[in-house]
């Protein structure tokens, strides 16, 4: 609060010497009339000395607060005062102390220091009249000088503040403006970064809960979708055509994995890394649960995706390999300060993968530690012990095979568009 009222004590500086240099002037030109010569000229030199006297308890003090406002505005007015300065006079000086106080401290400043102005100025006409032996109805007699100079004063001051005013409210327009079109060009920014990141970790990314380079310890379900032949695909299908494949499968992939509660780690290639209990988990048994539902549900997506490409003019089908895993893994933030990647790292995400890779086309391959956590048991069959590349020991896995149980609703407002049109 001290530095503010610093930063509106040294705008409205030039304001305050220009007000006391103009009362000054008005009040000399008072100087012919029947007031008491002494107390005239006391009240010339407190204007002319007064900015200066400020300013330099300012420096001694290190600030300017309401106390001494306060006081300020009470010997202002009681100078006023004992130079029975004329009404338009007054109305000037008031004006200007009561904006000066508004511009400094708001309404708290003037509600503190209207009644030290009434009474600074009560004290110095009553000084006035007591030493002066004046007459109180003769107090306010005026000249034609002291009046003009009065009235184009209020009229130049008033201008001042509407000007002011008027270039505040256009400051104000324009850097409001500039905060629009930079909120725009953030919100941009956001969506773009958020398309390469998995919905989950955009709102942890935005979010001050968690410091970077966070790891935790979580059981998890990882799970490894794989497109069987690709190899093939790349050299039969156009640059273009493998590019609308494989997006609008990537595209449909993630939304299935939404649907059904997992979070899509990463694309590697063809392939795609979906996990279940990260960053919320509603039990082991839920997510595992989740993990073969997405699995049921693939073999009617991806006879949709391969209608919708005939209707596209393209003969195309997709065949998958499935691994997955579940187990303790590490989440969170992997890398250094210049770059990261919020991944899981664990035994469990490479045994889904291993397994994946030696599954068989529309086939996949569970562990035993999620085998044991479903409760659709009946839908596979065991693999025995299998050698998986990589583990030192055999693992025991169990298989289903894809089939087309009927295919959930989805929605094939698939995203290619630039590449069907250079198809077309």
Known sequence: MASENLF?????RLFRYAGYAVTALILAALVCTWRPTGLL??????????????DWVKSRRGGWNIGYQGVENFATLAITGLAAAPPLTTLLVVTAVATGNVAQGGL????????????????????????????????????????????LALLVFVCCISSLGYRQTMRMYHTREELREKSEELQRLNERIARYLAPQVTRRLFSRGEPLLALKRKWVTVCFVDIAHFTRMTT????????????????EMSRLAARVGGMVDKFIGDAVMIIFGDPVSEGRHQEAERAIQLVLDLPGCLAELSRFWADQGLDQTLSVRVGLASGYCSVGDFGNEDRLDYTVVGKAVNLAS??????????ALVDRASFGLLARKELFRSTGALEVRGIQHPVEAYCMKLEHRGCPVVDLDLGSDKVRASLQ
């Not at 509106?8 to 409205?12: D, F, N, S, T, V």
């Not at 400043?109 to 030290?116: A, H, K, Q, Y």
């Not at 039969?236 to 595209?251: C, F, I, R």
């Not at 291993?354 to 086939?363: I, T």
């Open 354 to 363: 291993r397994l994946q890779a030696q599954a068989g086309v529309n086939e």
């Open 41 to 54: 000229s006391l009240t010339v030199v407190y204007c002319c000395a007064a900015p200066w006297l400020i």
């Open 236 to 251: 039969e299908l156009a640059p273009e055509e493998l590019a609308m494949v494989l997006n609008d499968y990537l595209k």
């Open 8 to 12: 509106l004590y040294r705008k409205a």
């Open 108 to 151: 708290r400043f003037l509600r503190v220091c209207i009644p030290l102005m009434l009474l600074g100025w009560l004290v110095g006409a009553w000084v006035f009249v007591s030493v002066g032996k004046t007459a109180p109805g003769i107090v306010f007699a005026s000249t034609t000088l002291a009046d003009g100079l009065s009235a």
